[in-house]
């Protein structure tokens, strides 16, 4: 038993921890969501509000990774560090707390867009399905949770985007934010996601060997669905 833990470990890796109190913090994470929407000023849109606190929640993101960025290693070829759920003491044990935030975030705006109806639409439900059940996945299961973790960083060029929206009424901010969108849209959505989703892709076929040695159908199994988070993650 020791030894297959071992050999789990060596493309799961050891994380996320039984410790965290994972359903406390996506469950906070909602409440603090949904208390900013509703204390935001009542004068502003419901799509004004939701762009706010989405704008907030991308920012929180991107400075997440930022950090990790700038104050851990980062190893993108390590198979139990891009493809599993990283290793402890690396600084990947940090990874967790961060999409615990944005899984809140996440149920808080989809059950915004089922009682609203002029903030609903049929691809934003669809991407936020898929999203909740890759990070789910990847939480429970330590799956792709260090590339869910790294594409937050995408989360940059929403940030233009919905001020492109909040300043639609002002032409000149209406135009800047809509350059800015586009740039970091390349750059975030395409180059930086299509970089993260290559290593998790390179390390795919090895990651099933392993986990195929050890009987690990299950892994195998779940590794396969989260390939298409990880594609929609690039565009979504």
Request: charged share 10%.
């Amino acid at each position: 038993m020791l030894l297959d833990n071992l050999d789990r470990t060596e493309y799961l890796g050891n994380t996320p921890s039984q410790d965290v109190p994972i359903l406390t913090l996506i469950f906070l994470s909602t409440i603090a969501h949904s208390l900013l929407y509703y204390f935001l000023p009542s004068s502003w849109t419901p799509s004004i509000k939701s762009y706010v606190v989405s704008t907030f929640h991308a920012a929180i993101c991107v400075l997440s990774v930022m950090n990790f960025f700038v104050r851990y290693s980062v190893n993108l070829k390590q198979i139990n560090r891009i493809a599993g759920g990283g290793i402890y003491g690396t600084g990947d044990e940090i990874m967790t707390y961060s999409i615990c935030y944005s899984f809140g975030y996440f149920i808080y705006d989809l059950l915004l867009m089922l009682s609203d109806k002029s903030l609903r639409t049929k691809s934003a439900l669809i991407h936020h399905i898929i999203v909740l059940v890759g990070f789910f996945s990847g939480i429970m299961n330590g799956i792709c949770h260090s590339c869910h973790f790294y594409l937050l960083g995408e989360e940059f060029s929403t940030i233009s985007l919905n001020l492109k929206a909040i300043y639609q009424t002002r032409p000149r901010l209406h135009k800047i934010f809509g350059y800015l969108f586009v740039i970091s849209f390349v750059c975030c959505r395409l180059i930086y996601g299509s970089i993260i989703c290559g290593y998790a892709f390179r390390a795919a076929p090895q990651f099933i060997r392993m986990a195929s040695s050890v009987g690990d159908i299950k892994s195998v199994i779940i590794g396969l669905s989260q390939a298409d988070r990880s594609i929609h993650g690039i565009l979504g």
